[in-house]
């Protein structure tokens, strides 16, 4: 069984020997739920799913949510874990480790450990996050059991390297299509070529300058990009149809109805057409809430953006105020090397459990 009690570097690398590629959780949800049941007290568990959940219920007048995911990306020759020194000292691999196995055993950890918490908890540790939206496991409980997302804050423990990392970016997708006439590239007079059309978009992607919005402290840089260009038919024909794919990347001060239309605003005037193909909002960090305020506090201040888009955003739109934290480094998730340094688990441990017992 997993040792809750024990160390949680030891705990980690007991997670990352179970594999748990998205869609095959089933045994890890089954060892982190007999684990809870068999030494935690105080606790209301359920499972949800290859999800578990689990809660106090003290009547206390604050409640913190601790959330992670179980799954991971498919592993690269990289399980079980080991353990090394290297220039980093004490480092754990394996696949999972910073991609939040490290930061679900945190919280694991001081479920166990934290006799007497200052704040009612909420554990929920869940499935198929590293996979399409529409199989996400944290949905799936917020439609299903929206009791349980309730909380003044939540921390999800995504890799942040030791950092709060408030709130997240909006993220906006469209294609940029343009029209022509095909003709052949010999008389290419005779033709329209959408291809040529397309300059104009790219020049004012090139020429973009981004704003930088300061919100709460944290200051969230955006980003309008080109990700794909499709078009051409073959080498002696002008196309007749080309588009460009657009990542906009928002501060959570816009909505994506607000970020849509400074999309069109940049492209006004040109003959193309814009279908937006995906987006999903962003968090507001929410730190001056008391909950989220006293978890700043607990990291010295130690808090800045989070650059793209996490499971935050699902909170912030029930009116949670959420925030990104684990030790974990975020440039190491998915390698074929991921890894995570033994004092960064150590340390998340430190930070949190002062802030959990208040």
């Known amino acids: 069984m997993l040792d809750l009690h024990g160390d949680p570097i030891e ?6 020997d179970i594999p ?9 949800a089954d060892e982190v739920e007999a684990a809870l049941r068999a030494q935690t007290s105080g606790f209301e568990i359920i499972r949800n799913g290859d999800a578990v959940l689990a809660r106090t219920r003290r009547n206390l007048p604050t409640r913190v949510l601790l959330a992670g995911h179980l799954d991971t990306v498919p592993a690269a020759d990289n399980l079980p874990s ?18 939040m196995k490290s930061g679900d055993a945190v919280f694991l950890h001081l479920a ?16 198929c996050e590293e996979i399409e939206a529409a199989a996400n496991g944290l949905g799936r409980i917020e439609r299903e059991l929206p009791q349980w997302l309730s909380a003044d804050v939540a921390i999800l423990g995504e890799p942040t390297a030791g950092h709060i990392e408030a709130g997240c970016q909006g993220t906006l997708r469209v294609v940029v299509s343009a029209n022509g006439i095909r003709a052949h590239s010999a008389r290419s007079w005779l033709g329209d070529n959408a291809i ?26 955006e980003g309008l990009s080109a990700v794909r260009v499709d078009g051409g038919v073959a080498g002696n024909v002008i196309p007749d149809a080309a588009s460009v794919t657009v990542n906009y990347r928002f501060a959570p001060d816009r909505s994506p109805a607000e970020a849509l239309q400074h999309v069109r605003d940049v492209f006004a005037g040109i003959d193309v057409l814009i279908e937006q193909t995906d987006c999903a909002a962003g968090a507001l960090p929410g730190l001056s809430q008391p909950a989220a305020k ?41 390698r074929r090397d991921e890894r995570v340094p033994a004092a960064a688990i150590t340390a998340a441990v430190a930070m949190l459990r002062p802030y959990l017992s208040g």
């Open 11 to 16: 705990l980690t690398a007991a997670l990352v």
């Open 20 to 28: 748990s590629e998205s869609r095959h959780e089933k045994r890890i």
């Open 82 to 99: 080991r353990r090394s020194t290297d220039t980093d000292g004490d480092v754990l691999y394996g696949c999972g480790a910073a991609d």
């Open 112 to 127: 166990a450990t934290v006799t007497d918490p200052a704040y009612d908890l909420t554990l929920v540790l869940y499935d």
């Open 196 to 221: 040529h059309k397309l300059g104009e978009v790219l020049a004012r992607l090139a020429e973009y300058r981004a704003r930088t919005v300061d919100i709460d402290g944290c200051e969230y840089r």
């Open 294 to 334: 006293a978890l700043v506090d607990a990291a010295g201040g130690n808090v800045r953006a989070k650059y793209g888009w996490t499971d935050v955003a699902r909170f912030a739109a029930l009116g949670v105020p959420a925030v990104n934290f684990g030790p974990g480094d975020p440039n190491l998730a998915h």
